[in-house]
């Protein structure tokens, strides 16, 4: 049994800080962040405080630094085991990856039973005012042109669940960065309706170009799926 106000934290991998923010919110502390990536360090720096962010590489940290800890948490990158594998070893790993994702899910332990439905795109961002070039409302709420759909490049539907955002060094594929019309028109995500998608609070500021925001947000775990996983493992560490 664990007993303490608040369980210490040593973040790895620590990216945007989208995992980082659910363990916050759920009451542990960090003692340190752990990433080598120059504006997701500036974003971690921004948010936390710069004096624990250690923008190092992860072989060469020094772990006995930051004392004694509780929990370790963070997100290996999954790209180099990604480009590490065959095209039919990738499909077979995302079929287990989905069939373990559904036995952790039917385990009432682990994830309560939930009847709340889909949020949808108008759910998260419909009440914010349409972004324009000068970022009026926010500077992280400007307006991007040129957005285009073809076939498997459609964006997301207002109306529908988001696509899962991505972090593509050559775009997305699947014109996850883009919002669609019931009418047809196509714009991309602004930073600000990217961060609600993945839903960072509003005053968690992220680092960089509209592009490098985007690739850190698609790259981060969405902060209330952090939180609720975080809050289930303090449960179980204090019982």
Known sequence: MVKMS??????????????????????????????????????????????????????TFKFDQVGSIDVISGGPPCQPLRHGIQPSEAEYLDLRARQRVEQLI???????????????????????????????????????????????????????????????????????NMIRYQDGRIRYYTTFEAKRIQTFPEHYKISGSWTESMRQIGNAVPVELSYCIASSVIQAMIM
């Not at 923010?21 to 971690?44: I, N, P, Y």
């Open 6 to 59: 608040k369980l210490s934290c040593l973040e790895l991998f620590a990216g945007a800080g989208g995992l980082a923010k659910g363990l916050a919110m759920s009451g542990m502390q960090h003692k340190a962040f752990v990433e080598w990536d120059r504006d997701a360090c500036r974003t971690l720096a921004y948010n936390y405080g710069n004096q624990l962010v250690h923008p190092v590489d992860i072989r």
């Open 106 to 176: 039917r385990q009432p332990s682990l994830f309560a039973p939930s009847l709340k439905p889909w949020k949808t795109v108008r759910d998260q961002i419909g009440e914010l005012p349409e972004p324009d070039t000068d970022g009026s409302f926010d500077t992280e709420h400007v307006l991007r042109e040129g957005a285009k759909a073809y076939p498997g490049h459609t964006g997301s539907y207002i109306d529908m669940p988001s696509k899962a955002l991505k972090a593509g060094d050559h775009g997305v594929p699947g014109g996850e």
